[in-house]
């Protein structure tokens, strides 16, 4: 999928149109599948809010948001969903994959952002990425497109490797592409794959303890579902105690303590998702503006957990770092 124009700018503070009323406060309802955090602006999310303040807009003067969280429970999501709608919210956004379908299904009018998903052509969600149609528009991640590279960063950092663990969720269409991508780099590369499903708590609990049965060498997590979001931190900490090289397509997961990521940002996506509002709020239609896709992937490397798990990063591996977590 590489349809997308570039990436947004940053703009002075917003001019009203037939789009925007005069001293009306924009009611936006922000939907994610994961925990809510003790402090909104020290996490992940604080990326939206950040968007809007760049744009210009003032929270509790332009823009109110109203927001909901699954608490790593997808089956919450659709009545958090319809929660939103009786709240009375101007625009939804879908703070990840999995609350997409959600709010999708109820409702075909109320405009739709998502602040990131895989392969929404592929799954159904949008007609194309030039022309969404409907009431949806927003950011495609490109989790699919880097798992290639993610397997190809892994044997370089850990020597001999021959066994990946892969933790998907196959219930969500959204992590789909992912493993897909991942097995058919896996077999040019002599690897074999090992995926294991992660629908909830107790799988990615018991999920280490298949990997290890399996004699996986290291972890490449797809997705951004609510549960492995939810749950980023205790999937480190037992990749750790079970001695396991990670890779993540998300810098948040090195941050809590993953080895590395190639990918993106969820704060940037978050902080990006502001652009399309900003574009509803003056008027335009979800249908008519184009989903886009990050262009640029970083590597991030966290060399407190490669000391932790007695690897050697190497020169060459190092020199393809923008990232490094000390």
């Avoid at 659709?78 to 409702?107: C, H, M, T, Y």
């Amino acid at each position: 999928m590489r349809e997308a124009p570039g990436r947004p700018h940053s703009a002075a503070r917003p001019v009203a149109s037939w789009g925007q009323r005069p001293g009306k406060v924009w009611r936006i309802g922000f939907l994610a599948g994961g925990a809510r955090p003790v402090a909104l602006e020290s996490s992940q999310w604080r990326g939206f809010p950040q968007g809007m303040r760049e744009l210009g807009y003032v929270e509790g003067r332009d823009f109110i948001i109203e927001w909901r969280f699954a608490e790593g429970r997808p089956e919450r999501l659709a009545g958090l969903a319809a929660d939103l709608l009786r709240a009375k919210v101007d625009i939804v956004v879908a703070g990840n994959p999995q609350a997409i379908r959600p709010v999708q299904e109820a409702s075909s009018s109320m405009p739709i952002v998502m602040a990131i998903s895989t392969d929404p052509v592929g799954t159904g969600i949008i007609a194309s990425l030039s022309r969404p149609g409907g009431n949806i528009t927003g950011w495609a991640t490109s989790a699919d497109d880097t798992a290639p590279k993610q397997l190809e960063l892994l044997a370089m950092a850990v020597p001999n490797l021959s066994r990946v663990g892969v933790l998907w969720n196959p219930d969500e269409p959204n992590s789909t592409p992912v493993p897909k991508t991942a097995e058919a780099a896996a077999s040019t590369a002599g690897l074999q794959l090992v995926p294991v499903d992660t629908r909830n708590l107790q799988d990615i609990q018991s999920a280490f303890d298949v990997l290890t049965k399996e004699r996986a060498q290291a972890l490449m997590v797809g997705g951004a579902g609510g549960v492995v979001v939810a749950q980023r931190e205790l999937i480190v900490d037992l990749a750790l105690r079970n001695r396991l090289p990670t890779i993540f397509a998300y810098r948040e997961y090195v941050e809590s303590g993953g080895l590395m990521s190639y990918g993106e940002s969820f704060q940037e996506f978050n902080r990006r998702t502001a652009f399309y509002v900003d574009k509803i709020i003056k008027g335009a239609k979800p249908a008519d503006l184009p989903v886009q896709q990050p262009t640029r992937f970083s590597l991030t490397i966290n060399l407190k957990t490669a000391k932790v798990l007695g690897l050697t990063i190497s020169p060459n591996l190092f020199a393809l770092a923008e990232g490094v977590i000390e």
